[in-house]
């Protein structure tokens, strides 16, 4: 199966190298969760593959070629991302936009890797998947987890003065690397203790046992990697038993889903995610494109999809090809200006000139803190 499964991609690979600018259209995918309870991350990168589609096209496309987008949803869940990607490849899709979760990415990854599609996501920030060497036509456009993990552990230590961590996660590619990461700088920094470090069971509805746990280590501060169902949950039961905690998170909850479903219970969260770049021109500009084309300010991850979008299509163009070694080229040799800055990247894939800042709930809104 495994051998028949190689042989259908070589021939979509095939046909790929042979025939992609001598297409009708050049079919970019756009792969992530864009249905069930993630969809809020997933959504703003599709709107923001249409922004830039549009844009180029009405431009006259790449060499004249339009962009053709290739939509799939695969709700952040590893199994159905397999199937997203599968599809993409034999769909002809020549570059990907994508996947949103970093377990869904995980899954994805290695069909790409052998059909030798560049693929590149605005949020999956697992540190193996650029810096294993297991992927090399993947690449990111945000910075990844021990970035964030050390940036939140510091934080907690140095400006809050955190002394007795628990350290909680959702048992997942992404929300437990995340833990590991801030398990190890707490305990490599010696100045605080990890009095808990524990896995939650994703979509569970009660987390009352967890919350006990964290009283009796006698936490003062509770870092969780993970996602907003889960954070929501276990800010909302630690507030109802009264246990006086800080709380800080990942880019995973930083989004305004989070404030909507937790409510009351969010204001004073902290969370790490992308620095805010809202103040560049270019960033401006798509915020504005997006208000005018779907009625709403965009959510999250959208300035570092709309990132990865103008990067691809700008190595396209500059490789006047689809071919995945020279697109990769132009990706790592020329910088290229984005709405999260100007931007290039290095030999695993990371974006060089990316970052976190922290955020806290003040008054139902993520507040960046300088």
């Keep these: 199966m495994k051998r028949f499964s190689g042989l259908v991609i070589a021939a979509c ?28 991350y997933g959504l703003p990168t599709v709107n923001a593959a249409k922004l830039v589609a549009k844009d180029v096209n009405a431009k006259g496309g790449i060499d004249g070629k339009q962009i053709e987008l290739l939509v ?21 899709a020549v570059v990907v936009v994508g996947h949103i979760c970093s377990g ?37 456009t945000i910075a990844s987890d021990d970035a964030q993990a050390k940036l939140g552990v510091d934080f907690a230590i140095g400006k809050l003065g955190a002394k007795k961590i628990a350290v909680l996660h959702d048992k997942g590619d992404y929300g437990k690397g995340y833990a590991e990461y801030a398990q190890k700088f707490i305990k490599d920094g010696g100045k605080a203790e990890v009095v808990l470090f524990e896995g939650v069971t994703p979509g569970a509805v009660d987390y009352s046992s967890v919350v006990q746990k ?21 800010v909302a039961q630690l507030k109802k038993k009264r246990v006086d905690v800080k709380f800080i998170s990942d880019d995973g909850v930083k ?46 991850f959208f ?18 090809s689809t071919d995945s070694a020279k697109v990769m080229n132009v990706l790592r040799t020329e910088k290229v200006d984005t709405t999260v800055g100007t931007i290039k990247f290095d030999a695993r894939g990371d974006a060089e000139g990316v970052g976190f800042s922290m955020y806290q ?3 139902g809104a993520y507040v960046e803190l300088k």
């Design 104 to 140: 869904a990415t995980k899954a994805a990854l290695p069909i790409y890797t052998e059909a030798k599609v560049v693929t590149m996501s605005p949020s999956a920030t697992n540190p193996e998947l650029t810096q294993s060497g297991q992927y090399p036509t993947f690449f990111r």
């Design 255 to 300: 989004d305004d889903t989070f404030i909507k479903v937790a409510g009351a219970d969010a204001e004073g969260v902290y969370a790490s995610g992308p620095q805010d770049v809202s103040g560049l021109a270019m960033n401006k500009a798509a915020r504005a494109a997006h208000v005018a084309e779907f009625g709403a300010e965009p959510g999250a």
């Design 361 to 363: 709930v003040q008054k």
């Design 72 to 92: 799939q949803d695969e709700e952040c869940k590893p199994e159905k991302a397999t199937n997203a990607a599968t599809k993409l490849v034999s769909d002809g």
């Design 303 to 320: 300035d570092a999809a709309y990132a990865a979008m103008q990067a691809l299509v700008n190595a396209i163009d500059k490789a006047d």
């Design 13 to 40: 690979l095939s046909l790929l190298t042979s025939s992609a600018f001598g297409a009708d259209t050049i079919k970019i995918g756009v792969a992530g969760a864009h249905t069930g309870d993630l969809a809020s």
């Design 214 to 234: 964290i009283r009796q280590s006698g936490a003062d501060t509770v870092m969780f990697g993970g996602y907003h169902p889960e954070a929501s949950k276990i």
